[in-house]
Protein backbone atom coordinates (compact mmCIF):
# COMPACT_ATOMS: atom_id res chain seq x y z
CA UNK A 1 0.00 0.00 0.00
CA UNK A 2 1.27 3.42 -0.83
CA UNK A 3 1.00 6.82 1.31
CA UNK A 4 1.39 10.12 0.76
CA UNK A 5 3.28 11.27 3.42
CA UNK A 6 2.52 15.11 4.99
CA UNK A 7 2.68 14.90 8.63
CA UNK A 8 1.33 18.45 8.98
CA UNK A 9 -1.88 17.06 7.55
CA UNK A 10 -2.61 14.85 11.17
CA UNK A 11 -3.02 16.40 14.63
CA UNK A 12 -1.89 13.42 16.31
CA UNK A 13 -1.56 9.74 16.06
CA UNK A 14 -5.29 8.93 16.33
CA UNK A 15 -5.83 11.55 13.13
CA UNK A 16 -3.44 9.67 11.50
CA UNK A 17 -5.64 6.39 12.55
CA UNK A 18 -9.02 7.65 11.62
CA UNK A 19 -7.50 8.84 8.53
CA UNK A 20 -6.29 4.93 8.01
CA UNK A 21 -9.79 3.75 8.97
CA UNK A 22 -11.59 5.80 6.38
CA UNK A 23 -8.77 4.93 3.80
CA UNK A 24 -10.36 1.38 4.05
CA UNK A 25 -13.83 2.22 3.92
CA UNK A 26 -14.57 0.44 7.12
CA UNK A 27 -16.32 1.31 10.28
CA UNK A 28 -14.55 2.13 13.35
CA UNK A 29 -16.63 -0.83 15.40
CA UNK A 30 -15.20 -3.04 12.56
CA UNK A 31 -11.09 -2.68 12.90
CA UNK A 32 -8.83 -4.84 12.64
CA UNK A 33 -6.14 -4.31 15.37
CA UNK A 34 -3.41 -6.58 13.12
CA UNK A 35 -4.86 -4.66 9.92
CA UNK A 36 -4.93 -1.49 11.61
CA UNK A 37 -1.29 -1.71 13.41
CA UNK A 38 -0.17 -2.88 10.41
CA UNK A 39 -1.21 -0.19 7.98
CA UNK A 40 0.23 2.17 11.04
CA UNK A 41 3.49 0.47 10.90
CA UNK A 42 3.61 0.92 7.60
CA UNK A 43 3.30 4.57 7.78
CA UNK A 44 5.05 5.19 10.12
CA UNK A 45 8.48 3.35 7.96
CA UNK A 46 7.43 5.07 5.25
CA UNK A 47 7.82 8.21 7.20
CA UNK A 48 11.13 7.11 8.79
CA UNK A 49 12.70 5.96 4.96
CA UNK A 50 11.34 9.80 4.03
CA UNK A 51 13.87 11.64 7.03
CA UNK A 52 10.49 13.46 8.54
CA UNK A 53 10.79 14.17 12.03
CA UNK A 54 8.56 11.75 13.81
CA UNK A 55 6.83 13.03 17.01
CA UNK A 56 7.25 11.19 20.52
CA UNK A 57 3.18 10.69 20.88
CA UNK A 58 3.61 8.75 16.77
CA UNK A 59 5.87 6.68 18.39
CA UNK A 60 3.81 5.98 21.88
CA UNK A 61 1.04 4.63 19.81
CA UNK A 62 2.95 2.20 18.07
CA UNK A 63 4.08 0.74 21.33
CA UNK A 64 0.15 0.74 22.24
CA UNK A 65 -0.92 -1.08 18.85
CA UNK A 66 2.54 -3.75 19.06
CA UNK A 67 1.04 -4.20 22.69
CA UNK A 68 -2.42 -4.80 21.47
CA UNK A 69 -1.33 -6.93 18.80
CA UNK A 70 1.06 -9.23 20.74
CA UNK A 71 -2.35 -9.23 23.42
CA UNK A 72 -4.90 -10.81 20.85
CA UNK A 73 -1.84 -13.49 19.46
CA UNK A 74 -1.26 -14.95 22.93
CA UNK A 75 -3.59 -17.85 24.12
CA UNK A 76 -5.94 -17.53 27.27
CA UNK A 77 -6.36 -19.89 30.28
CA UNK A 78 -10.09 -20.45 31.65
CA UNK A 79 -8.42 -18.79 34.72
CA UNK A 80 -7.22 -15.91 33.46
CA UNK A 81 -8.66 -13.08 34.82
CA UNK A 82 -10.32 -11.10 32.14
CA UNK A 83 -9.55 -7.56 31.60
CA UNK A 84 -10.84 -4.45 29.44
CA UNK A 85 -10.68 -5.36 25.85
CA UNK A 86 -7.87 -3.26 24.58
CA UNK A 87 -9.39 -3.03 20.97
CA UNK A 88 -12.40 -1.75 22.42
CA UNK A 89 -10.61 0.85 24.43
CA UNK A 90 -8.81 1.90 21.32
CA UNK A 91 -12.76 2.08 19.38
CA UNK A 92 -13.98 4.29 22.15
CA UNK A 93 -10.85 6.62 22.36
CA UNK A 94 -11.29 6.74 18.04
CA UNK A 95 -15.04 7.48 18.33
CA UNK A 96 -14.68 10.33 21.27
CA UNK A 97 -11.52 12.10 18.65
CA UNK A 98 -14.34 11.84 15.55
CA UNK A 99 -16.36 13.26 17.42
CA UNK A 100 -14.59 16.02 18.33
CA UNK A 101 -12.91 16.42 15.26
CA UNK A 102 -16.20 16.98 13.46
CA UNK A 103 -17.52 19.82 15.78
CA UNK A 104 -13.64 21.27 15.22
CA UNK A 105 -14.73 21.12 11.17
CA UNK A 106 -18.37 22.87 12.37
CA UNK A 107 -16.17 25.42 14.39
CA UNK A 108 -13.78 26.06 11.37
CA UNK A 109 -16.92 26.74 9.07
CA UNK A 110 -18.63 29.06 11.58
CA UNK A 111 -15.25 31.20 11.99
CA UNK A 112 -15.18 31.29 7.73
CA UNK A 113 -18.53 32.51 7.64
CA UNK A 114 -18.08 35.33 10.80
CA UNK A 115 -15.13 36.46 9.10
CA UNK A 116 -17.57 37.63 6.08
CA UNK A 117 -19.88 39.99 8.40
CA UNK A 118 -18.60 43.11 9.27
CA UNK A 119 -20.31 44.84 12.22
CA UNK A 120 -20.03 48.88 12.85
CA UNK A 121 -18.33 49.81 16.61
CA UNK A 122 -20.82 51.00 19.58
CA UNK A 123 -21.88 54.91 19.43
CA UNK A 124 -21.99 57.06 21.79
CA UNK A 125 -25.26 58.13 21.47
CA UNK A 126 -25.31 60.96 24.12
CA UNK A 127 -23.41 62.88 21.21
CA UNK A 128 -26.90 63.58 20.29
CA UNK A 129 -29.08 65.68 21.34
CA UNK A 130 -33.07 64.99 21.47
CA UNK A 131 -33.87 68.43 19.86
CA UNK A 132 -31.91 67.93 17.17
CA UNK A 133 -34.30 65.20 16.28
CA UNK A 134 -37.10 67.25 14.07
CA UNK A 135 -40.68 65.88 12.57
CA UNK A 136 -40.86 63.24 9.42
CA UNK A 137 -37.30 61.69 10.50
CA UNK A 138 -35.81 64.83 9.40
CA UNK A 139 -32.92 66.43 11.48
CA UNK A 140 -30.82 68.77 12.07
CA UNK A 141 -28.14 67.42 10.19
CA UNK A 142 -30.06 67.49 7.07
CA UNK A 143 -31.68 71.18 7.37
CA UNK A 144 -27.20 72.54 7.44
CA UNK A 145 -26.77 69.91 4.26
CA UNK A 146 -29.53 71.50 2.49
CA UNK A 147 -28.80 74.90 3.65
CA UNK A 148 -24.97 74.17 2.57
CA UNK A 149 -25.98 73.03 -0.64
CA UNK A 150 -28.07 76.39 -0.97
CA UNK A 151 -25.48 78.51 -0.42
CA UNK A 152 -22.73 76.70 -2.48
CA UNK A 153 -25.27 76.97 -5.34
CA UNK A 154 -25.69 80.43 -4.52
CA UNK A 155 -21.82 81.31 -4.86
CA UNK A 156 -21.95 79.31 -8.08
CA UNK A 157 -24.91 81.15 -9.83
CA UNK A 158 -23.58 84.44 -11.96
CA UNK A 159 -24.42 87.22 -11.37
CA UNK A 160 -25.44 87.38 -7.94
CA UNK A 161 -28.31 89.00 -6.31
CA UNK A 162 -26.76 92.27 -5.31
CA UNK A 163 -30.58 94.12 -4.19
CA UNK A 164 -29.09 96.65 -1.95
CA UNK A 165 -31.31 97.29 0.78
CA UNK A 166 -31.19 98.88 4.63
CA UNK A 167 -34.51 97.06 6.08
CA UNK A 168 -33.36 95.06 9.11
CA UNK A 169 -34.50 91.79 10.18
CA UNK A 170 -35.20 90.21 13.18
CA UNK A 171 -35.95 86.19 13.97
CA UNK A 172 -39.51 87.46 15.36
CA UNK A 173 -39.75 89.59 12.07
CA UNK A 174 -38.91 86.88 10.05
CA UNK A 175 -40.66 84.25 11.65
CA UNK A 176 -43.95 86.38 11.74
CA UNK A 177 -43.24 86.34 7.44
CA UNK A 178 -42.91 82.45 7.21
CA UNK A 179 -45.93 81.89 8.96
CA UNK A 180 -47.76 84.46 6.74
CA UNK A 181 -46.36 82.84 3.51
CA UNK A 182 -47.58 79.28 5.43
CA UNK A 183 -50.85 80.59 5.58
CA UNK A 184 -51.84 81.01 2.21
CA UNK A 185 -49.26 78.11 0.56
CA UNK A 186 -49.48 75.56 3.52
CA UNK A 187 -46.34 74.63 2.33
CA UNK A 188 -43.14 75.99 0.77
CA UNK A 189 -39.69 74.58 -0.10
CA UNK A 190 -36.99 74.96 2.10
CA UNK A 191 -34.74 76.87 -0.41
CA UNK A 192 -37.39 79.10 -1.55
CA UNK A 193 -37.64 81.30 1.65
CA UNK A 194 -34.05 82.68 0.72
CA UNK A 195 -35.57 84.45 -2.11
CA UNK A 196 -33.24 87.36 -1.39
CA UNK A 197 -29.57 86.45 -1.24
CA UNK A 198 -27.35 88.75 1.46
CA UNK A 199 -25.51 87.69 4.10
CA UNK A 200 -28.42 89.22 6.88
CA UNK A 201 -30.97 87.69 5.13
CA UNK A 202 -30.15 84.31 4.68
CA UNK A 203 -28.75 84.22 8.44
CA UNK A 204 -32.01 85.92 10.12
CA UNK A 205 -34.36 83.43 8.14
CA UNK A 206 -32.13 79.97 9.14
CA UNK A 207 -31.98 81.06 12.37
CA UNK A 208 -36.26 81.71 11.96
CA UNK A 209 -36.57 78.14 10.56
CA UNK A 210 -34.77 76.55 13.36
CA UNK A 211 -36.35 78.74 15.94
CA UNK A 212 -39.95 77.77 14.80
CA UNK A 213 -39.39 73.84 14.21
CA UNK A 214 -37.82 74.22 18.16
CA UNK A 215 -41.25 75.80 19.05
CA UNK A 216 -43.10 73.10 17.19
CA UNK A 217 -44.70 75.79 15.29
CA UNK A 218 -44.43 74.34 11.70
CA UNK A 219 -43.53 70.89 10.36
CA UNK A 220 -40.11 69.80 8.18
CA UNK A 221 -40.52 66.80 5.74
CA UNK A 222 -38.53 64.89 3.44
CA UNK A 223 -40.03 62.30 1.01
CA UNK A 224 -36.29 60.56 0.89
CA UNK A 225 -32.51 61.35 1.36
CA UNK A 226 -31.51 64.00 -1.26
CA UNK A 227 -35.14 64.97 -1.91
CA UNK A 228 -36.53 68.72 -1.54
CA UNK A 229 -37.47 69.43 2.38
CA UNK A 230 -40.30 70.77 2.86
CA UNK A 231 -41.80 72.89 5.56
CA UNK A 232 -44.99 72.77 6.30
CA UNK A 233 -47.69 74.61 8.40
CA UNK A 234 -48.57 73.18 11.79
CA UNK A 235 -51.07 70.40 10.81
CA UNK A 236 -50.98 71.14 6.82
CA UNK A 237 -51.83 67.96 4.94
Same mark, same amino acid.
Given at each position: %????????????????????????????????????????????????? +? $?????????????? +? %?? %?????????????????????????????????? $???????? +??????????????????????????????? $????????? *???????????????????????????????????????????? *?????????????????? %??????????????????????????
Amino acid at each position: %MTYEVTIDNFEGPLDLLLHLIKESNISIYEISIDTIAKQYFDYIKKMKE +L $NLNIASEYLVMSCE +L %ME %MKSKALLPRTEDEEIEDDPKEELINRLVEYEKYK $NITNAFKE +LEKIRKDIYTKEPANLYNYDENDNLDFGVNL $NDLLNAFSK *FIEQKQLEKPLNTKVTNKEYSITKRSNEIKNILKKKKKIKFIEL *FDIFTKEYVVVTFLSILA %MTTKQEIEIEQEYNFKDIIIKEKGAV
